[in-house]
């Protein structure tokens, strides 16, 4: 049971930093200008539902299409854990801020689907991670689990995004940026946690 705790808890912080609920907030709002509250639930909601569908599918089949193509599943593993190593990187020096508000200039009229949904909630970083993790549970509770936590960690950013305004001037920017760092430095202790079960389930070491 304590395993099973220590999984759920793991999950959780990795989906929450990569999918990053808070960072989101200026970007929503940067996307929907004007609008009223009604429309920026709307669009709230239909990117959370699009979100949560596209990282279901790769939860559900990434394992498979990743054995179809012959990769397996360490060597997915030590490739995520880099690529989440990356993202905290770009977190810690807000890179990752710079180029997801360049992102927010693509669309203007629906930013539902692009650029909310895709990149900016399941971007590549959320994909991996729902592979890793489901790649990581025995049973089909745990890969059950690891979509409750995903679906409850997306619904979080849509509650952040209901009261976008008002917590972002709570916030300020001082405080957007010190939540960033610090989620970028745990980030990177789980993405070099992935690296090194990967090594291991390579039986390069024990």
């Given amino acids: 049971m304590e395993i099973e705790t220590a999984f759920l808890i ?17 970007l929503f709002i940067a996307l929907t200008p004007g609008m009223s509250s009604a429309q920026r639930r709307a669009i709230g909601l239909r990117a959370c539902l699009v979100a949560i569908t596209i990282l ?8 498979a299409v ?4 012959g990769i397996s599943m360490p060597a997915f593993r030590i490739a995520g ?21 360049g992102q927010t200039t693509v669309h203007e009229h629906d930013p539902s689907v692009f650029p909310l ?3 900016l909630i ?20 745990g890969v059950v689990a690891v979509h409750l936590v995903m679906i409850f960690v997306v619904s979080l950013g849509f509650a952040l995004f209901l009261v976008a305004g008002p917590l972002e001037k709570v916030l ?8 960033t760092r610090l989620l ?23």
């Fill in 56 to 63: 279901t599918l790769f939860g559900l089949l990434g394992e």
């Fill in 10 to 26: 793991t999950a959780f912080a990795t989906l929450f930093v990569v999918i990053d609920p808070p960072g989101l907030i200026p």
């Fill in 66 to 69: 990743l054995g179809f193509i």
């Fill in 117 to 119: 949904a895709i990149p």
């Fill in 81 to 101: 854990g880099i690529l989440l190593f990356l993202t905290a990187l770009d977190m810690l020096f807000e890179r990752r801020t710079q180029r997801r508000e």
């Fill in 122 to 141: 399941s971007g590549p970083g959320a994909i991996a991670t729902m592979i890793l993790l489901v790649g990581q549970s025995s049973t089909w509770q």
């Fill in 184 to 206: 970028g430095m745990l980030l990177a202790a789980l993405s070099v946690q992935f690296v090194i079960d990967g090594i291991k389930g390579t039986g390069l070491i024990g």
């Fill in 172 to 179: 300020g920017r001082t405080g957007t940026v010190v939540i």
